[in-house]
Structures are given as C-alpha cells and as structure tokens.
C-alpha cells in the first residue's frame, strides 16, 4: 500500500514521473527482501499450488507505475489509454495471486510435526499441529509443560479447585501438587480439566488469520470485476 500512495502522490502532487519509479523501486525491493526472510518452506512434503509467488506483490508496483505514467499524460491518445487498461488488469491479477499466495501459506499444515529439537531454536509441543509450516523459523511458542513437577503450581487449576497447591505453602500447609496424568493429555481430558468454566471455548488463532487473509483475494477480485464493467460501459 506504501507504493501504490507513493504513485499517487508524487505523480498527482509533484508531477515528478521518474522519481516515482526510483521511489517505489526501493520500496517494493524492500517488501521483496522481507518476504524472501519471512518465507521459508520447511515442510518438503508439502504440495505448493502457486511456488514463488508472493514476489507478485512487490513486481505487481512497475505494471502500476506504467499505468499511471499513461494515465496522466498531457495529450489525448486512445491507445495509450488501452494500455493503460491492461497494465491496470496485469498489476490486479498479480495482486490476486500474491493474496491467493499469502492465503495459502497462512493455512496450517497439520502433517507438519516441527523439526529436532536444539538449542536456540523454535520448539513445536507435539500435537501443535496447526501452525503454518513456512514462518516455522520465525514463531515462537511459550507451550505449558506436560505434567506439573514438585513445587510447581497451576494456577488456574488452583481457582478451579481451591485452595490447594501455593495457598497451602503460603498458610503453612503440605504443598498438594497435581501432577497431569500422561493418557489424560493423549485423550484430550487435561485440557477439560483446565478450564476455569464449563463455557470456555478455545481459540484457534490459525482460523483468525485465514479469515482475514482471505478478504483481500475477495477484494481484488471484486476490483477486477469492477474494472471490466468499468471497460465495458466506456
């Protein structure tokens, strides 16, 4: 969005042409750079539907800097304006792609099962599954441990019961720590018992993402749309 405001500001308030090439150049370099650290396919198993292209996004700008190079030229030129229409269509069909791109490495890859675990580096829990295998390398998971060792409290299983565990230690009392029962953890049970009310329901922060990635595909689409009629009714 930062090149496509570039564009309309310095063509429109500076008439400068040629520096919004330069300007938009280094800002899609830029974009290019981070998606290229951002997105690493760690999953080989992994089918890709469209390999590559998110470099769509940051390429769609010169097709738009074209356009708009045409748009505002001095004389009438009827054949100007036609290619100007197809570098409109070129840049919002890169768009879509570069969205259809991004939705679909935002999905969660559920056969992914995370890499070794070592020092320094990201660890998945086993069963976290729904996470998306390419920005593996840049998440990090704060997981709960698996079953409570001596001298360490749940506190959430504390108000569910309470006054057990720390409560005990602070008054004077034998500390009663709970420990979570390994097949309870492979059932699924030691999540129910977490829970503080019967009425919690788990987030899923996978789902939130997609949903608002799949907007922009949605969008661009309907700008396509709205461009052919545009064409269409002269």
Not at 5 to 30: P, Q, R
Not at 76 to 101: E, G, H, K, N, S
Request: hydrophobic share 50%; glycine share 8%; aromatic share 12%.
């Amino acid at each position: 969005s930062l090149c496509y405001y570039a564009l309309g500001h310095i063509n429109i308030e500076l008439k400068a042409f040629w520096t919004s090439y330069g300007c938009v150049f280094v800002i899609a370099v830029l974009m290019a750079l981070l998606l290229r650290f951002d997105i690493v396919p760690a999953n080989p198993e992994r089918k890709q539907y469209l390999p590559r292209c998110e470099y769509l996004g940051p390429l769609a700008v010169l097709p738009a800097a074209i356009g708009m190079s045409l748009d505002f030229q001095v004389e009438y030129d009827p054949t100007a304006i036609a290619l100007c229409y197809v570098m409109i269509f070129i840049a919002y069909i890169m768009q879509l792609l570069y969205a259809c791109r991004m939705l679909e490495i935002i999905l969660p890859d559920e056969k992914f099962a995370g890499m070794a675990e070592r020092l320094g580096a990201s660890y998945l829990p086993e069963g976290w599954n729904k996470v998306p295998s390419n920005f593996y390398h840049v998440l990090y998971f704060v997981a709960p441990p698996m079953r409570l060792q001596p001298g360490q409290h749940d506190l959430v299983r504390e108000i569910k019961l309470g006054g057990k565990g720390a409560f005990d230690e602070v008054v004077g009392g034998e500390a009663k720590t709970a420990s979570i029962r390994p097949e309870a953890v492979e059932s699924g049970e030691a999540a129910a018992e977490l829970e503080p009310t019967g009425s919690s329901r788990p987030v899923h922060p996978w789902k939130l993402a997609t949903t608002i990635a799949a907007v922009l595909p949605i969008s661009w689409v309907f700008l396509i749309f709205g461009t052919i009629i545009d064409v269409a009714i002269g």
